[in-house]
């Protein structure tokens, strides 16, 4: 199990216990976090699970996929180093502590 | 006049996007949400995919196990409706006992056809839809060495593409010349195919079914149109889907090969409307009456059909899209190619990454993509812009097919997006 935090616009924090493999959209409908969608069941086809993570976290994720990176690409203005796709982020239990910021939905 | 209470049949991704967009949208009433399966609703694509592979199966729910209570959504699972009395305004159970309505959105969905052929009935002969299925595919699995997928559509690809991917001996029968014939241009169904038979996956088109035969009740082989015998101890069925529309037919509901609605959802009943699957309507980027089945069909409309329920009309404008895994290849589709003239291709076909343009004249109809998403989420855009780019530049690699879409607002591909 790997607690990971989402935290809204507005600063609430909520900490969430994703079970093994799950990603962190899929722990985020399971739990309700407001925001994250996951529309496309976590196909990376509609990307209502944008979240943005500090630069140690980037690194800790590892680099996008390529699916991931034109995707945010297609949909953002610019597309910060920050931004992520949580459909994509498979939690691990290295992640532990990983922080994902809730981006409000434009 | 208040709308006191509203009740939505089916429990797929239509009718749990209706009962969400109804509450988004303001409505304050009674809100039922009835289902067959006993399940919490949950997303069907991972069906075909993640759920049969995984150690552990797991559904992957629409949404949050609270978010019915929380949104005052009286979720009624495990309950058929028998009838629906349009002029009484009221749904009739199965098993018994009725309920009322002020408004009823049809959600029922669609289910698989089977081929009237000897031998479906046999143990190991299953075709996909919903979660009892799923798990009867992975009870079958481990005694089936040698699978025939029956149908060379989408979920007879993804199931061929995952059973290959489990060490399974895969032959998928398709009746006509060429595999996804009736939903991709020529260029991508060979693409896709020889993917597939690079995988191992043996492809046999131009020929259907023709029997299926068991030894004490359980699959042993099948027999093709012309006559050749191949092993199978699972045959999976995936020939398309028909509507469930046999409620609404009872009730004297007008259909066209499934539930006739209008732009604004409605049927020819009064308040009662019908979405997804199901529900088969002009389309407003084809100009032609059809049905199409897919989830984004099912969202968006499911929205659209809540808005107007509340007397909040919007044209419905949404923009088809469509996605099938099939192995490492990742097939994306945007737009309604009917009656293409022109394929144009952008990106090398042998590099496993390349989109087809389809046209129509010089009106552009559709994309479809292989592992190329910025191409795929750029024609959103382009097909909800109206604009269609020159086929020169589609065909210069060089060329930003972006700057088309100077002035068009950049995040239009989020504009249907909602929270739950």
């Given at each position: 199990?790997?607690?990971?935090?989402?935290?809204?616009?507005?600063?609430?924090?909520r900490?969430?216990?994703?079970?093994?493999?799950?990603?962190?959209?899929?722990?985020?409908?399971?739990?309700?976090?407001d925001?994250?969608?996951?529309?496309?069941?976590?196909?990376?086809?509609?990307?209502?699970?944008?979240?943005?993570?500090?630069?140690?976290d980037?690194?800790?994720?590892?680099?996008?996929?390529?699916?991931?990176e034109?995707?945010?690409?297609?949909?953002l203005?610019?597309?910060?180093?920050?931004?992520?796709l949580?459909?994509?982020?498979?939690?691990?239990?290295?992640?532990?502590?990983?922080?994902?910021?809730?981006?409000?939905?434009? | 006049?208040g709308?006191?209470?509203?009740?939505?049949v089916?429990?797929?991704h239509?009718g749990?996007?209706?009962?969400?967009?109804?509450?988004?949208?303001?409505?304050e009433g009674?809100?039922?949400?009835?289902g067959?399966?006993?399940?919490?609703?949950?997303?069907?694509?991972?069906?075909?995919?993640?759920?049969?592979?995984d150690?552990?199966?797991?559904?992957?729910?629409?949404?949050?196990?609270?978010?019915?209570?929380?949104?005052?959504?009286?979720?009624l699972?495990?309950r058929c409706?028998?009838?629906?009395?349009?002029?009484?305004?009221?749904?009739?159970f199965?098993h018994?006992g009725?309920?009322s309505f002020?408004?009823?959105v049809?959600?029922?969905?669609a289910?698989p056809?089977?081929?009237?052929?000897?031998?479906t009935?046999?143990?190991g002969?299953?075709?996909?839809?919903?979660?009892?299925?799923g798990?009867?595919?992975?009870?079958a699995l481990?005694?089936?060495?040698?699978v025939?997928?029956?149908?060379?559509?989408?979920i007879?690809?993804e199931l061929?593409?995952?059973?290959?991917?489990?060490?399974?001996?895969?032959?998928v029968?398709?009746?006509?010349?060429r595999?996804l014939?009736?939903?991709?241009?020529?260029?991508?169904?060979?693409?896709?195919?020889?993917?597939?038979?690079?995988?191992?996956?043996?492809?046999?088109?131009?020929t259907g079914l023709?029997?299926?035969?068991?030894?004490a009740?359980?699959?042993r082989?099948?027999?093709?149109?012309?006559?050749q015998?191949?092993?199978?101890?699972l045959?999976v069925?995936?020939?398309?889907?028909?509507?469930n529309?046999?409620?609404?037919?009872?009730?004297?509901?007008?259909?066209?090969?499934?539930?006739?609605?209008?732009?604004?959802?409605r049927t020819?009943?009064?308040?009662?409307y019908?979405?997804?699957d199901?529900?088969?309507?002009?389309?407003?980027?084809?100009?032609r009456?059809?049905?199409?089945?897919?989830?984004?069909?099912?969202?968006?409309?499911?929205?659209?059909?809540?808005?107007?329920?509340?007397?909040?009309?919007?044209?419905?404008r949404a923009?088809?899209?469509?996605?099938?895994?099939?192995?490492?290849?990742?097939?994306?589709?945007?737009?309604?190619a009917?009656?293409?003239?022109?394929?144009?291709?952008?990106?090398?076909?042998?590099?496993?990454?390349f989109?087809?343009?389809?046209y129509?004249?010089?009106?552009l109809l559709?994309?479809e993509t292989?592992?190329?998403?910025?191409?795929?989420?750029?024609?959103?855009?382009?097909?909800?812009?109206?604009?269609?780019?020159?086929?020169?530049?589609?065909r210069?690699?060089?060329?930003?097919?972006?700057s088309?879409?100077?002035?068009?607002?950049?995040?239009?591909?989020?504009?249907?997006?909602?929270?739950?």
């Open positions: 199990m790997t607690t990971i935090v989402f935290i809204q616009p507005d600063g609430t924090r900490e969430v216990d994703a079970k093994a493999g799950e990603s962190g959209m899929q722990a985020a409908v399971r739990a309700g976090v925001g994250i969608v996951g529309e496309c069941g976590g196909a990376c086809m509609c990307a209502t699970c944008h979240v943005q993570v500090s630069e140690a980037d690194a800790r994720i590892g680099p996008r996929e390529a699916i991931e034109e995707m945010l690409e297609s949909v203005d610019d597309v910060s180093p920050a931004s992520r949580s459909c994509q982020i498979k939690l691990r239990p290295d992640l532990e502590g990983l922080v994902l910021n809730v981006v409000e939905v434009v | 006049m709308i006191g209470r509203i009740a939505i089916g429990t797929g239509a749990v996007q209706a009962a969400a967009s109804l509450r988004q949208d303001g409505f009674e809100l039922f949400l009835i067959e399966e006993t399940d919490l609703p949950y997303h069907k694509p991972p069906l075909s995919k993640t759920f049969l592979k150690d552990v199966p797991q559904l992957q729910l629409l949404r949050p196990e609270d978010f019915y209570a929380r949104n005052r959504v009286e979720l699972s495990g409706v028998s009838a629906i009395d349009p002029a009484g305004k009221r749904l009739e199965t018994g009725v309920l002020d408004r009823l049809l959600a029922t969905g289910r056809r089977l081929p009237a052929v000897p031998g009935d046999l143990e002969v299953l075709a996909l839809r919903n979660r009892a299925d798990l009867a595919l992975r009870a481990p005694a089936a060495g040698d025939v997928v029956v149908g060379g559509g989408f007879g690809m061929a593409s995952t059973f290959a991917a489990l060490g399974r001996s895969v032959a029968l398709e009746a006509a010349p595999i014939g009736r939903a991709v241009s020529p260029l991508i169904s060979d693409h896709l195919a020889d993917r597939a038979v690079a995988s191992g996956i043996r492809i046999l088109t131009g023709a029997a299926i035969a068991g030894e009740g359980r699959v082989r099948i027999t093709t149109g012309d006559g015998s191949l092993p199978a101890q045959v069925i995936g020939i398309g889907v028909e509507p529309v046999e409620l609404a037919a009872a009730a004297g509901l007008a259909f066209s090969n499934g539930i006739a609605v209008d732009a604004a959802f020819s009943a009064p308040d009662i019908a979405v997804g199901v529900a088969s309507y002009e389309h407003w980027l084809a100009g009456v059809l049905r199409l089945e897919s989830v984004q069909n099912a969202t968006d409309q499911a929205r659209s059909a809540a808005a107007h329920l509340l007397g909040r009309p919007a044209p419905f923009v088809p899209w469509f996605w099938s895994d099939q192995g490492d290849a990742r097939l994306q589709m945007v737009g309604l009917y009656d293409p003239d022109r394929d144009v291709v952008r990106g090398d076909p042998q590099s496993g990454a989109s087809v343009f389809r129509r004249g010089d009106r559709s994309i292989v592992n190329r998403p910025s191409d795929h989420m750029l024609g959103r855009k382009l097909l909800a812009a109206g604009i269609a780019p020159p086929i020169a530049m589609v210069d690699a060089g060329a930003d097919l972006r088309l879409l100077e002035g068009e607002p950049k995040t239009s591909a989020r504009a249907a997006v909602v929270s739950s």
